[in-house]
């Protein structure tokens, strides 16, 4: 079949080149036009043979939401969009509410597999009307990985990211533990070599995982990570995790902790801390320590 894909940064470019590895036509666009095959949103849509489906991977926020409305004007009734990137679950319904009213469908798809989903295929969680998903799937086929699993219709608009959204924060909270029993490791004098542990534990233990080979590719090229900074950014899934918890009344203790830890990562002297010291030194005379 033939796609329109807009935006081919580093997942929409790997996307590109999968599915027409699988034999189906893409035509992308990107506001880079070293990337792009057509040079605007106008001349994709004139490219592709209605009823066309056209599958946006831009940043969540103001570059989908643009991306969208203009798509609203450009497209034709029976024709599809798939917001793949990460946006935020809410924003869904708003978007399918949007092209509905021109007649076009909307489907939502939490995409996951970074880098490494060109050769092994990305993992699919997508949210929409079944007659909607239908006509994206031959798309969802070529992308998703080889076997059974790697693909789920989630549910309703919204599913797609929502699940998306709290496989995010697992991952926030896998990371977090990797990455504090590491550093216990690390800290203790009588254990000799950290990273052989970590790689020792990927065969035949309960956390065996993607994520734990990948913290042993990351020591291998640094054995302590002496070359990065202690710093971690977050993308907005883990807030938006956090707060769907509190609006449903489900705690989220070690989701939410890891999503702390990295506000934590950003300040190198903490304001809290110091708040914590003068208030020990109030009430206990303990020492604290001033500023060099
Ligand atoms: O979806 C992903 C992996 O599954 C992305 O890499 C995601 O952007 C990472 O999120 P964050 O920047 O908040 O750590």
Known sequence: MELGLVGLGKMGGNMRERIRRAGHTVIGYDRNPDLADVNSLQGLVDKLKGPR????????????????DELAELLSPGDIVVDGGN??????????????????????????????????GYALMYGGEKDDVAKVQPIFDALKPEGDFGAVHAGKVGAGHFAKMVHNGIEYAMMQAFAEGWELLEKVDSVTDVREIFRSWQEGTVIRSWLLDLAVNALDDDEHLE?????????????????????????????????????????????????????????????????K
Request: with cysteine.
């Open 87 to 120: 946006s935020r679950w809410t924003d869904d319904e708003k978007h399918a509410e949007e092209l509905k009213a021109k007649g076009i469908g909307f489907v939502d798809c939490g995409v996951s597999g970074g880098v490494w989903g060109l050769e092994n």
């Open 53 to 68: 489906v056209v599958w946006v991977m831009v940043p969540a926020g103001a570059a989908t939401q643009s991306t969208i």
């Open 227 to 291: 070359k990065l900074r202690g710093f971690a950014a977050d993308s907005g899934e883990g807030r938006w995790t956090v707060e769907a918890a509190i609006d449903n009344a489900v705690p989220l203790p070690a989701i939410t902790a890891s999503l702390f830890a990295r506000f934590g990562s950003r300040q190198d002297d903490s304001p809290q801390m110091k708040m914590i010291a003068a208030l020990r030194n109030q009430f206990g005379g303990h020492a604290v320590e001033s500023k």
